[in-house]
């Protein structure tokens, strides 16, 4: 982090570069989502919820009467997911936003409290199509900066490439020599098998967090090394707002894409059960509450939503990641405009 404020000229004229190559590749995703013949929507930040994932942190305004009187506690979004699935049981069919999202407790060289999400549905679409999609994406972004691969730190990825498709159980199976499909709900069994992998995690540690330490430690900066690589089918408790898996109800219809090593996009097969729905979100914030001794409470137009919605699939996608990596900047403020004030 520098001590310079970005606002110094000479600050500003070093980080230029990015920031221009940065208005290319919003255009030329822009671009690419018009001639797809996606709607483009504007969502809404301020929300009832701002999402209910155990370790997703929000800010959190109040809404005041006329009199200044307080009437409610609203949140800015982490996400634009939640009215985006209203839109889609509305009757919208292709939608995209382009959307500002806050998340707390976040910040670094890949992390912005501040971000801009690319967030996008397709109704009749299959996880394979939004795959699709996403690589054609991050090939688009690229050509926008005229550079010709990917690039983070050492690590280096061409998405001209065939990109790699790789499921958690052999993420898990090459990288860190464990079979998921064995410790499945087990967590004493996953402790130990990560122990055994060199990945210690504290006494209490739930299943979640042991299945985060090993791909952390493990797994993710293998991915995405010189071509794409799409991890996909993951444990249903990993995908709180995915489908399972229909050939294995354990897993959903989840993936993550990588480049150099950095998760640059998320995307479901969208579950529309609202009880399954409400279930998972009801266990996430009970797990938040214990951990945070917080936790936020649920979007009920969501839930009644969701029957409404049709098979659908989407993606949320890292944009200011995506810059950095296409244009080889060195941390997220190199590519934002104004960056957060503490950085």
């Known amino acids: 982090m520098s001590d310079t404020p970005w606002w110094d000229a000479k600050r500003h004229a070093d980080r230029r570069p990015f920031l221009l190559a940065r208005n290319k590749v919003r255009s030329a995703l822009r671009n690419w989502f018009e001639n797809e013949e996606f709607l483009e929507v504007e969502c809404g930040a301020l929300q009832i919820s701002p999402g209910n994932e155990t370790h997703l942190h929000a800010f959190s305004s109040k809404f005041l009467d006329e009199d200044g009187s307080t009437n409610q506690e609203l949140f800015l979004h982490t996400s634009p997911e939640f009215s985006c699935k209203k839109l889609l049981a509305a009757g919208e069919t292709k939608i995209?936003?382009?959307?500002?999202?806050?998340?707390?407790?976040?910040?670094?060289?890949?992390?912005?409290?501040?971000?801009?999400?690319?967030?996008?549905?397709?109704?009749?679409?299959?996880?394979?199509?939004?795959?699709?999609?996403?690589?054609?994406?991050?090939?688009?972004?690229?050509?926008?900066?005229?550079?010709?691969?990917?690039?983070?730190?050492?690590?280096?990825?061409?998405?001209?490439?065939?990109?790699?498709?790789?499921?958690?159980?052999?993420?898990?199976?090459r990288y860190a020599d464990i079979d998921l499909n064995a410790v499945l709900e087990d967590t004493p069994a996953f402790k130990a098998?990560?122990?055994?992998?060199?990945?210690?995690?504290?006494?209490?540690?739930?299943?979640?967090?042991?299945?985060?330490?090993?791909?952390?430690?493990?797994?993710?900066?293998?991915?995405?090394?010189?071509?794409?690589?799409?991890?996909?089918?993951?444990?249903?408790?990993?995908?709180?707002?995915?489908?399972?898996?229909?050939?294995?109800?354990?897993?959903?219809?989840?993936?993550?894409?990588?480049?150099?090593?950095?998760?640059?996009?998320?995307?479901?097969?969208?579950?529309?059960?609202?009880?399954?729905?409400?279930?998972?979100?009801?266990?996430d914030m009970i797990l938040k509450l214990a951990y945070y001794g917080e936790n936020y409470p649920l979007d009920e137009e969501l839930l009644a939503a969701l029957p409404h919605i049709p098979d659908a699939s989407g993606v949320a996608l890292g944009f200011d990641r995506l810059v950095m990596l296409c244009s080889n900047a060195r941390r997220i403020d190199d590519v934002l405009w104004t960056p957060f004030p503490s950085q």
């Open 96 to 173: 995209v936003d382009f959307a500002r999202v806050y998340r707390n407790r976040e910040s670094g060289p890949l992390h912005s409290p501040e971000f801009t999400m690319i967030e996008w549905y397709r109704t009749g679409a299959s996880l394979k199509d939004v795959m699709k999609d996403t690589a054609n994406l991050a090939r688009l972004a690229l050509n926008a900066t005229q550079a010709t691969q990917m690039m983070w730190k050492n690590s280096s990825c061409d998405p001209h490439k065939e990109p790699e498709f790789l499921t958690l159980t052999d993420a898990f199976s």
């Open 193 to 283: 098998a990560a122990a055994k992998a060199g990945v210690s995690v504290s006494d209490g540690a739930e299943w979640t967090d042991i299945f985060s330490a090993v791909l952390v430690s493990k797994i993710e900066d293998k991915l995405g090394i010189d071509r794409l690589t799409f991890l996909y089918n993951y444990p249903i408790c990993e995908a709180a707002l995915a489908r399972p898996c229909r050939d294995d109800p354990r897993f959903a219809e989840r993936f993550e894409m990588y480049a150099c090593g950095v998760e640059l996009a998320n995307g479901f097969g969208e579950l529309t059960d609202p009880i399954e729905q409400r279930k998972r979100f009801e266990a």
